[in-house]
């Protein structure tokens, strides 16, 4: 079988498996889900997901462990978890929750690890960056962290879905690329995701987007450009939609090396 | 480089009317907004977004009166109409300045020489204008009080509130201005609990005293809380669920969000005025004459950037008068009747003078009241907290100031509005015969409070001669 027939076989087999939903998505850990709730409902108890992380050693360990790192510089080391949350606050705490429970092991793609784990911290900086540039912008912060970190879920799924394939890795990224975004919508579904994340999955590949949420998916839009192509590779057409001027750009430049340790911190 | 003979920078309600009665004029206008769309922050963070928020407040506070139906959660559905409304808007004054060949620029500008700009777009190209005259309305932005740090996350300001995507529960709201009142009353629509904190005692004291007592006691019957004569010490999220507000008096106040609504400053950053010393005062407000000039001739300053009233209808007044300067176009005396418009539950407006102001001016001036629960029309429709007051000279023959509270006060107002810019006396709102019902009739009601009072005070020496 030649190496274009086999792409095209797996194309058939894959939009067959997606046309029917039938392909494997991950569960949202509870952890998540609640963090998800917390940051878009007024009715979610902040207790309830302290309670959710100190009941998991594995996810608690990580938190306290970044939790102690110098990026939240504690005066002296964290003890306890609630003495964490105490100090550092739910809304942190959670996010470090958040970015820990939705790694890249919700995926088995046997032979593409290291491609999954590049791809969970692309989403930890397109998190990042979409939070401060909603900041700049006065659009929702917590829903444009959330849409950063999520719009490219799909890329994993694709992934895991053909991982048996044993596709090289440039042809496999190709691959996600072309579906990712319905494989991220399949998700949002099932994740019953907040309507404005959703949106932003579907649309953050249009030029021009038009949806509800328009300005939470131009956040989104610009973070993933800074996370592929740099703040050299913000598009003249974005920084016009966004409203970017040379010192608005100069102000993310400054927020670069901050954004590159909470990074390095969360995501390990 | 681009050569015009009027150069407006800020095409908010001034900027806007400067420019049209510029190009209507036959001059050759170059209009530059800093934001991506045309219309300033009262079209698209301020007039217009809150007050399509007050509108869903009204109806959800309606349809509770009817029926007990659930607390709004969302803000998203709540605002589905601003869309609607400022796109609508957006594209009318589009239409507008391109039908009357306004050349349009996307960028900041700052001032090389008294003639001549820079504008740099969202990109970073530079582009230069030369202009024999330049119009400033570059508007306002939230004051950022030092003590407070505004995350537009838990403690937001006025151009950040609508951001939210829930309605929270809970809610402090700074400052007790008009921004302040309106948001606080309709998040108080809204179901939310609100607790207004200010540092003077009563809210929006610049009206006259009958009306802040009924902006709060409908704000306080709606479930909002004031708290006047208070000094904060810091206000901070917990980082936990709340922001928590601290007091001089060590009260401490919590609640899932706040608003810092204490003002705004003009937007005059980066325009480089020093460079062409256009004078500043103290407070950073641009200076200007009767006619909106500043101190260097072919530059004029309009809208917030000058500092109260800051109103959308009175900015589009000084951008035109400004322009007609400019054209060398003789106007009228700058109406002192404008009028003030408060879009909080309840509606508040007022035209002329307060009570305590026309007691200065002219002595033992008469006043006539007309609650709403004496016009049918407020029966009707259950608008029974309103009340409109007529401010009469001591004579009860010219009318001083108007002041109304209650739903549709902003547009009955223009009734008084026209009556004392046209000096018509008292008597002729008795001899009118209104529609019935209207809450028109109120002026009706107010006026014959005031005939009445005057006849007593001329009736009073006869009576006491008789007596004697």
Redesign the interface.
């Known amino acids: 079988m030649s190496s274009l027939a086999k792409d095209d076989q797996i194309r058939l087999i894959f939009e067959d498996q997606l046309d029917r939903r039938e392909i494997t998505l991950p569960l949202l850990p509870e952890v998540a889900a609640n963090v998800i709730s917390l940051s878009?409902?007024?009715?979610v108890d902040?207790q309830q997901l302290a309670n959710l992380i100190q009941g998991d050693m594995a996810l608690a360990g990580h938190v306290m462990r970044v939790a102690n790192s110098p990026i939240y510089r504690p005066v002296t080391p964290f003890v306890s978890l609630q003495q964490a949350?105490?100090?550092?606050?739910?809304?942190?705490i959670g996010e470090i929750a958040l970015a820990t429970s939705l790694n890249s092991d919700l995926f088995e793609a046997p032979g593409y690890k290291n491609l999954l784990r590049h791809l969970w911290r692309q989403a930890l900086f397109c998190a990042a960056w979409s939070r401060q540039i909603a900041?700049m912008r006065?659009?929702?912060?917590?829903?444009s962290f959330l849409a950063g970190m999520l719009c490219d879920m799909g890329k994993p799924i694709v992934i895991q879905a053909v991982a048996d394939f044993a596709m090289d890795e440039p042809s496999l990224i190709d691959f996600a690329e072309g579906y990712y975004v319905r494989a991220g919508a399949l998700l949002a579904a099932l994740w019953q995701l907040?309507?404005?994340v959703s949106e932003v999955i579907i649309h953050h590949q249009h030029d021009e987007p038009d949806n509800?949420h328009r300005e939470i998916t131009l956040n989104v839009q610009a973070a993933r450009q800074i996370c592929t192509q740099g703040l050299e590779g913000l598009s003249?057409d974005l920084?016009?939609?966004?409203?970017?001027?040379?010192e608005d750009v100069e102000s993310l430049r400054q927020a670069t090396d901050s954004i590159q340790d909470w990074v390095e911190t969360i995501g390990g | 480089m681009i050569k015009v003979d009027f150069l407006v920078i800020g095409s908010g309600p001034a900027g806007q009317k400067a420019a049209i009665q510029g190009a209507k004029s036959g001059k050759r206008v170059c209009l530059v907004e800093s934001e991506a769309n045309v219309g300033g922050m009262c079209v698209h963070k301020g007039t217009i977004p809150s007050k399509a928020l007050r509108e869903s407040a009204l109806r959800y506070k309606n349809a509770h009166k009817l029926l007990e139906t659930v607390r709004p959660t969302e803000l998203a559905p709540l605002m589905q109409n601003v869309e609607r409304v400022i796109n609508a808007h957006d594209n009318y004054i589009s239409a507008q300045l391109s039908r009357n060949h306004i050349t349009c620029l996307h960028g900041r500008t700052s001032f090389i020489d008294r003639h001549s700009v820079n504008i740099v777009s969202p990109g970073g190209k530079v582009q230069k204008v030369i202009a024999d005259t330049i119009f400033i309305a570059t508007g306002s932005l939230p004051r950022l009080p030092e003590n407070i740090s505004i995350d537009h996350e838990h403690i937001l300001d006025s151009d950040s509130i609508l951001s939210m995507n829930y309605l929270p529960a809970s809610m402090l709201v700074l400052g007790g201005g008009v921004i302040a009142c309106e948001y606080a009353s309709v998040f108080a629509g809204l179901g939310c609990e609100v607790t207004l904190v200010d540092r003077f005692p009563n809210p929006l004291g610049f009206l006259d005293e009958d009306l802040p007592p009924r902006f709060v006691a409908e704000f306080e019957a709606s479930g909002g809380k004031f708290l006047g004569n208070q000094k904060i010490e810091s206000a901070s999220f917990d980082g936990y669920s709340e922001v928590v507000l601290n007091l001089a008096d060590g009260v401490q106040l919590t609640a899932e969000k706040m608003l810092v609504a204490q003002g705004r400053v003009s937007n005059v950053k980066g325009l480089n005025l020093a460079q062409v010393g256009v004078q500043i005062n103290d407070i950073n407000l641009v200076q200007v004459n009767d006619y909106c000039q500043t101190n260097i001739p072919n530059i004029y300053a309009i809208g917030d950037v000058i500092g109260p009233p800051s109103l959308a209808s009175s900015s589009m007044e000084q951008g035109r008068r400004a322009a007609c300067h400019a054209l060398g176009i003789k106007q009228d005396s700058l109406s002192n009747m404008i009028p003030v418009g408060i879009y909080a539950i309840p509606e508040l407006s007022a035209v002329g003078l307060t009570e305590a102001q026309a007691r200065v001016t002219h002595g033992d001036v008469v006043v006539g009241y007309a609650e709403f629960t004496e016009i049918a029309r407020g029966l009707i429709t259950g608008t029974l907290n309103g009340m409109l007051k007529m401010i009469a000279d001591p004579d009860g023959v010219e009318l001083l100031g108007v002041h109304i509270v209650g739903e549709g006060a902003s547009e009955l107002i223009h009734i008084g509005q026209m009556a004392m810019s046209e000096g018509i006396p008292v008597d002729r709102f008795v001899e009118q015969i209104f529609n019935f019902p209207t809450l028109a009739e109120a002026y009706r009601v107010a006026a014959l409070s005031i005939k009445g009072q005057v006849q007593n005070r001329r009736d009073a020496p006869k009576d006491a001669a008789a007596g004697a």
């Open positions: 878009t409902s007024e009715e902040a949350i105490t100090r550092l606050g739910i809304v942190t900041k006065r659009t929702n912060v917590e829903t907040p309507p404005a509800v003249e920084l016009l939609r966004l409203n970017f001027y040379p």
